[in-house]
C-alpha cells in the first residue's frame, strides 16, 4: 500500500522533471531501501492511537515522510546528469551527501536499538531528514 501511496509523488517528480516514471520510481524506491525509510514509514504506522489527535500526529508524520522522499528524489534528479542511469545517479547523489546520508542512518540505527520509536523519538528521525532535504539542496 506504501508503494500505491508514493504514486502520486512519483507522477509529481516525473512531471516537473520530464524524466519517465520508471526513471523517478527506481530513483525513489532506491532512495527508500538506502535510507531504511520503509522501516521508519512502518514505525509511525505502529505508533499507537488512543484518541483523534494521536491519529492526527501519526498522520502527519506520515505526510512529512512522504514529502521529504518526494523532495530528496527531486533532488536526486536535478543533480545529477540524465545520462547517468537511475542507480548511477543515486550512488552519485549519496556518495556526494556521504556525511548526512551517515548521519542520518546512524540517527535511524539508534532508534532502531532503542525498541519501539515513540512520537517523539521519530519526530527526532524526521528532523534529521529534513536535516538532510537543507543539506543536499546547498
Do not use: K
Not at 512531471?15 to 527506481?26: C, K, N, R, S
Not at 509511525?44 to 505526510?63: C, E, G, K, M, Y
Request: glycine share 4%.
Amino acid at each position: 500500500m506504501g508503494a500505491l501511496f508514493s504514486a502520486l509523488d512519483l507522477i509529481e517528480v516525473a512531471t516537473q522533471t520530464a524524466l519517465p516514471e520508471t526513471v523517478v520510481a527506481t530513483v525513489y524506491f532506491g532512495l527508500t531501501n538506502r535510507l531504511t525509510l520503509n522501516w521508519l514509514r512502518q514505525s509511525i504506522l505502529d505508533l499507537p492511537v488512543a484518541n483523534h489527535w494521536q491519529n492526527r500526529s501519526r498522520a502527519a508524520l506520515l505526510d512529512i515522510l512522504y514529502d521529504q522522499g518526494r523532495v530528496l528524489t527531486l533532488d536526486v534528479l536535478r543533480s545529477t546528469a540524465n545520462a547517468q542511469t537511475p542507480e548511477e545517479r543515486l550512488e552519485s547523489w549519496l556518495a556526494h551527501n556521504q556525511a548526512g546520508v551517515e548521519r542520518c542512518r546512524g540517527v535511524f540505527a539508534d532508534l532502531r536499538m532503542a525498541g519501539q520509536p515513540d512520537l517523539a523519538m521519530l519526530s527526532v528521525a524526521l528532523r534529521e531528514m529534513a536535516s538532510l532535504v537543507r543539506r543536499s539542496e546547498d
